[in-house]
């Protein structure tokens, strides 16, 4: 049967990838993008256009589009600024935390109508940063660690409500954002010795197929031998 799902940050990356396989196998996308034109060759059925660092945006966004009712929604959309907390500017601590932690709780919040009318689920796209945090990590690390916190608390309040919530902990995959953290860190990376990006959109999109009986809370990934983040000598 056809669901009908939101997918954050669909112009790229894991979120096209996952815009590109539900819609494959018949799914209803509704991609959010902070542009139309980020969107321009993603398969969708509805656009949600908003950017996530103004979070006060949602509510009219979420108006506009009139979900009702929604199988799903995958909080994939986020931002990296890697650097020790000296090199840290109050800037980007906003920016990081409106995009990575604020926007997912409010859009969430608006959603949960449609979502309990569904018995839904609710992905949250964390990273291994929300577990640990390493040197330059600290507004990234903050914001995922805040993530976790989050899903958290809205599992135990929306259990009795039959919506459930998965958080997933990629860690070393192919992405665009990872090639700009390894950048911005000064380390090697290596392709070979990262999970593909349709490895892990495989794995979610499975995720949203459990049975009804189930949930999967968390799930953490990573490839077979993973080059480790590091600054050359």
């Known amino acids: 049967m ?3 799902i939101l997918v954050t940050g669909a112009g790229r990356g894991l979120g096209r990838t996952l815009a590109e396989r539900l819609s494959a196998r018949g799914d209803r996308v509704i991609a959010h993008a902070r542009s139309e034109s980020a969107l321009e060759r993603v398969p969708h059925a509805q656009a949600l256009v908003a950017d996530l660092a103004e979070p006060e945006s949602l509510a009219a966004a979420c108006a506009e589009a009139g979900i009702e009712r929604l199988d799903a929604v ?4 986020g931002i990296a600024h890697v650097a020790p907390v000296t090199e840290q500017s109050l ?6 935390l409106a995009v990575n932690v604020t926007a997912p709780a409010e859009l969430t919040r608006l959603l ?5 009318a569904a018995r839904g689920h609710v992905v949250f796209v964390n990273s291994g940063a929300g577990l640990s945090a390493g040197a330059k990590w600290s507004s990234y690390a903050a914001s995922k660690h805040a993530v976790k916190a989050l899903a ?9 409500n039959g919506v459930r919530v998965t958080s997933v902990f990629p860690s070393h995959f192919d992405t665009d954002m990872q090639r700009s ?6 380390s090697d990376y290596d392709v070979a010795r990262a999970t593909s990006v349709d490895s892990v ?11 009804a009986d189930m949930v999967v809370n968390e799930l953490r990934i990573e490839p077979p031998n993973p080059l480790p983040i590091q600054a050359r000598n």
């Open 74 to 77: 995958i909080h994939n959309a």
């Open 91 to 96: 800037e980007w601590w906003q920016r990081t």
């Open 112 to 116: 949960l109508p449609a979502l309990r």
């Open 152 to 160: 958290d608390a809205l599992r135990a309040e929306e259990r009795p």
């Open 2 to 4: 056809s669901k009908t």
């Open 201 to 211: 959109a495989k794995t979610i999109v499975d995720l949203l197929g459990v049975p």
């Open 181 to 186: 953290v390894r950048e911005q860190y000064g």
